[in-house]
């Protein structure tokens, strides 16, 4: 696997550019390739690394991002509207193939996915190491003090208050499921809309609370991700879902700028990447070229 690099102060010293989500292309002479992202800061992201290597290795490219949901995404994929975006494998399952039951391993849901979308005539490209699932945060203090390394040691507490956003508090992913897989009856929720479960945490408002595993803030405060052994979470890396006919056509043409860039993307990168959109309110666009090219990648 390549070395990465990380995105380091330099970064954070280029000014501000704001948030890119229009409709975007470079002049040239190669194939004509259109990528799409969805309406978050992730996608955004990775939209913009896909493209720009793209565009490095002669490609047309046309991009477009802020699409829209899961749903309207896909829709755009087949029906030709864009060629390829970022997709995460637990979302394909959950969304669009609907198993009866879960795989219970990243590998096995990478497979199940990848099975999936060749039904539809999609191909998906292998996937990254990092994840962006959901996941059970707490004080790194507590967590010492009481030992808690899965999200079952919880009951060591006793009677404690856990942030869940209001509109997962009853899904399958949120507070009803977790205190059932994990028999934390004593555990009591607090809605709080997203972001706002990280200075709750911080500052002794609840005592555990629910996030996103690529979420910045994991980089500011001192958490501690407890294990979900019973892997309710799920698995969620992200793979390029592209139209197989594209595939066929310009094969490692294609594939291995899309691969090289993936197979960098670790959750603390990601995180890093996230941080500098996010947070330190660079466009997408410059985090990517900035990770790009201290990657050496254009």
Not at 85 to 92: A, D, F, S
Not at 104 to 125: H, V
Not at 157 to 184: H, Q
Request: hydrophobic share 40%; net charge positive; glycine share 8%.
């Amino acid at each position: 696997m390549r070395r990465r690099t990380f995105l380091t102060g330099s970064l954070g010293v280029v000014a501000a550019a704001g948030v890119a989500t229009a409709t975007g292309s470079a002049a040239g002479t190669g194939p004509v390739i259109t990528v799409g992202s969805k309406q978050f800061t992730e996608s955004w992201v990775m939209g913009e690394l896909y493209a720009q290597i793209l565009r490095k290795r002669g490609f047309d490219v046309v991009l477009k991002s802020n699409v829209g949901s899961a749903d309207l995404i896909d829709r755009a994929l087949r029906n030709g509207q864009i060629d390829l975006y970022p997709e995460y494998t637990g979302v394909i399952l959950q969304t669009f193939a609907m198993p009866k039951h879960m795989p219970t391993t990243a590998r096995d849901t990478y497979e199940a996915a990848k099975k999936f979308e060749a039904g539809r005539g999609i191909s998906l490209l292998p996937p990254t190491p990092f994840q962006n699932r959901n996941a059970v945060a707490v004080r790194t203090a507590d967590a010492r003090k009481h030992k808690l390394k899965t999200v079952g040691d919880l009951k060591r507490l006793g009677k404690i208050s856990y942030a869940e956003y209001p509109d997962n508090i009853t899904g399958p992913l949120g507070f009803d499921a977790v205190v059932k897989a994990y028999g934390l009856h004593d555990m009591k929720v607090r809605p709080l809309n997203i972001g706002l479960q990280y200075p709750a945490l911080k500052n002794g408002d609840v005592d555990a609370a629910d996030v996103f595993t690529t979420d910045p803030q994991l980089r500011r405060y001192d958490f501690t991700i407890l294990d979900d052994d019973q892997a309710i979470f799920g698995f969620q890396n992200v793979s390029p879902v592209v139209r197989t006919s594209l595939v066929e056509k310009y094969g490692k043409r294609l594939t291995e700028p899309l691969n090289a860039v993936d197979e960098l993307l670790t959750e603390e990168a990601m995180q890093a990447l996230n941080e500098a959109a996010a947070m330190m309110r660079l466009s997408p666009a410059k985090v990517a070229d900035r990770f790009l090219r201290a990657n050496k990648l254009i």
